[in-house]
């Protein structure tokens, strides 16, 4: 089944305690991305990756890390969390950016709820 | 400039009514238009996948894109208690360069049995 898996679904943790949410997708898409819900913002992007080695920022990258040294894998990084970043994640994949990345639909994962205390 | 206006509802109709679900926009560069759909708890998942202006059939959906005014529609028929779920509408450019999707905030949706 294709399917873009996060892990973990839920987290509980403390201001300063560095933290890694895992994005990984089994339909060898080029193109990942992390954005983060809020009420009332919507759904904004966090980073994206064009392919394998290649990152870049979204609309709001502070305090994110991401990396991108397998295909499949795409990891979120928090060095440093604190209470703003308290929201819902999602990680998505895409076909191919040589067919033009942003008029491929995006595959979304189930979410990662994050609670900065 | 991204800005994509949805209304946030709640749109609440009893079961069986007809849904219109709309998005305007200001980017006129935007040419890819996406419906998706979020269930609580899950990720937003596709629905309705058109480029630049016409209209899309699939089943009991019915996407519409009107560039010359900027707006596109989401129609559901026969509308079910499973329809129940926030809308998002999504768009983006030309493709190739680093522009991504720009989603709106999403409608939620009820659809009373």
């Known amino acids: 089944e294709a399917q873009v898996t996060q892990n973990p679904r839920y987290l509980i943790t403390v201001t300063g305690k560095k933290l890694t949410v895992t994005c990984s997708q089994n339909?060898?898409?080029?193109?990942m991305s992390w954005y983060r819900q809020d009420p009332g913002l919507g759904l904004r992007q966090i980073y994206y990756?064009?392919?394998?080695?290649?990152?870049d920022k979204g609309d709001v990258p502070e305090g994110y890390k991401v990396s991108r040294k397998e295909k499949r894998n795409f990891p979120l990084i928090l060095e440093s969390p604190s209470p703003n970043q308290t929201s819902l994640y999602f990680c998505?994949?895409?076909?191919?950016?040589?067919?033009?990345?942003?008029?491929?639909?995006?595959?979304f994962g189930d979410g990662t709820r994050l609670s900065i205390l | 400039q991204k800005e994509v206006e949805q209304d946030p509802g709640p749109l609440s109709v009893p079961e069986g009514a007809i849904v219109s679900l709309n998005c305007t926009y200001s980017?006129?560069?935007?040419?890819?238009f996406m419906w998706y759909r979020q269930y609580s708890r899950k990720g937003p998942e596709l629905l309705m996948y058109?480029?630049?202006?016409g209209n899309k059939e699939d089943g009991r959906f019915t996407a519409q894109v009107d560039k010359s005014s900027k707006y596109i529609s989401l129609f559901i028929r026969d509308s079910q208690p499973s329809d129940s779920a926030t809308y998002l509408c999504?768009?983006?450019?030309?493709?190739?360069?680093?522009?991504?999707?720009?989603f709106g905030k999403g409608t939620h949706l009820i659809i009373q049995p």
């Open positions: 998505a994949s895409s076909l191919s950016p040589g067919t033009g990345y942003s008029n491929q639909p995006q595959h």
């Open positions: 339909m060898n898409h080029e193109y």
């Open positions: 990756s064009m392919n394998v080695e290649v990152t």
């Open positions: 980017n006129s560069a935007f040419q890819y």
């Open positions: 058109t480029y630049s202006s």
């Open positions: 999504a768009m983006s450019g030309s493709g190739g360069g680093a522009d991504g999707l720009t």
